[in-house]
Structures are given as C-alpha cells and as structure tokens.
C-alpha cells in the first residue's frame, strides 16, 4: 500500500486547537484531495489542488486550510473554526483531471481526528 | 454542482447471489464513473470505472452500466463471496469527482 501516506494514524486535539494532517505522495501525480469521511455521508470533498501553488475549495472548506508548496506534499489544517472536527479524514491523489477527464483517486491510509 | 445518489445504503445477500447498486446524477457532464470499494479500516480502493463513451464494462465477476440518458450507472457483483463484504462507494466526475454516500454490502456465508 505504498504510493500515498498520511499521519499521525490517530490524532487527539484539544477544543479550540488547530491540528495539522500531513499527506505525502510518490506517485508524481499532479493532483491532491483531501476528504472527510463520516458515517452514512459518505466522502465529502474539503479541498483540492491541481497543481503546486494552486488550490480551490471543495463542498465543505470551512474551518480548514490547505498549502501545495511541493508537488509531494498537501497539509490540511483543522481550524479552531472548525465546528464539528471530529472525523476520518482520507488524502488522495491523481492525474491531473479536467472536466473532460476524469481519473482514478489513490487514497491513503487516513487520519481519525478526535476532539476532546 | 453535481449530486449522487445511490442506493441501497444497506445490502445484505447470500453466498452465491447477486448484489446490484444504483446511483444517480444529476450534473449531464459528467463523463466518469468509477466504483471504489472500502473494506473495514482499510483506504478505499477503486474496483471498476466506465467512462461516458461506452455503455458497460466487465471484469470477472464485478460489471458496471452506465444510461447517460436517465443519468444512472449501476454496479453488479455476481457470484457473491464473503470477501464481497465492505462498502462501497460510486462517484460521477467532469474533473473532480462527487461521491455518493456508500453501500454497505454483507454477503452471508
């Protein structure tokens, strides 16, 4: 299962904390995604990135932020903003996609947040 | 922007059976289909895709249908196994991809 990883594995935060995933990958792909995955909601989109320097807003981005400095790498921090952070939170990566095509996401292993 | 439905959200089959899933979208520009299957405490891992330009895709046991006119796209598993059990999750794409909401698929030995 290599190509794509992220930690810490678990990650415990305190109310009012800002916490910071990190998500690396080896598989020279161009494009990065980060997810939030909660039970019977299936994988809601936070943020994106196509290329370094560059990310947009995915369907939930409130109370996180995002950097694309290196092509290999793309931290999501969870905000004190962030009013219900507690979640499974799953980085993926692909070829660079358009609208006119579409490719498959490699995911890692994931990182469940829990705010005490 | 795009919406997926999908249904069942629960499935529970026998050993041997067949197991359909549906989904749903909505944005007519979507143009890929990919099926992702997420087994307990593990990624999610993509299993089969279809892409607008063809109608159905085989692999084994596990085939895809795609109606762009009705806008759904089905996932089959014949021959149900045990190692069928998981999640799984569909998804429509023009670019970034939109997931549905997953089915939890049990198949009894």
């Known amino acids: 299962d290599g190509g794509i990883t992220q930690s810490p594995k678990y990650l415990f935060r305190k109310e009012g904390q800002n916490v910071t995933l990190s998500c690396e990958q080896n598989l020279n792909h161009d494009a990065m995604y980060w997810y939030r995955q909660d039970p019977g909601q299936g994988l809601r989109l936070i943020y994106y990135s196509q290329i370094v320097n560059d990310f947009q807003k995915g369907d939930i981005a409130e109370g996180y932020s995002v950097s694309r400095e290196k092509k290999e790498s793309f931290p999501l921090t969870v905000t004190s903003a962030q009013k219900n952070p507690t979640a499974f939170y799953l980085c993926?990566?692909?070829?660079?996609?358009?609208?006119?095509?579409?490719?498959?996401?490699?995911f890692g292993p994931g990182t469940r947040l829990t705010v005490l | 922007g795009e919406n997926v439905e999908q249904h069942p959200s629960t499935l529970s089959v026998q050993e041997g059976d067949s197991a359909v899933i549906k989904c749903t979208y909505s944005d007519s520009a979507s143009n890929y289909f990919p099926w992702y299957k997420q087994e307990l405490g593990k990624r999610p891992q993509l299993i089969i895709d279809i892409r607008s330009n063809v109608g159905e895709k085989k692999d084994q046991r596990i085939a895809v249908t795609l109606n762009k006119t009705a806008k759904h796209f089905s996932l089959h598993i014949t021959e149900t196994q045990p190692e069928d059990s998981a999640v799984y999750f569909c998804?429509?794409?023009?670019?970034?991809?939109?997931f549905g909401d997953g089915t939890t698929l049990t198949v009894k030995p």
């Open positions: 998804a429509a794409a023009a670019g970034k991809s939109t």
């Open positions: 993926a990566s692909s070829i660079r996609v358009t609208s006119l095509l579409g490719g498959e996401q490699f």
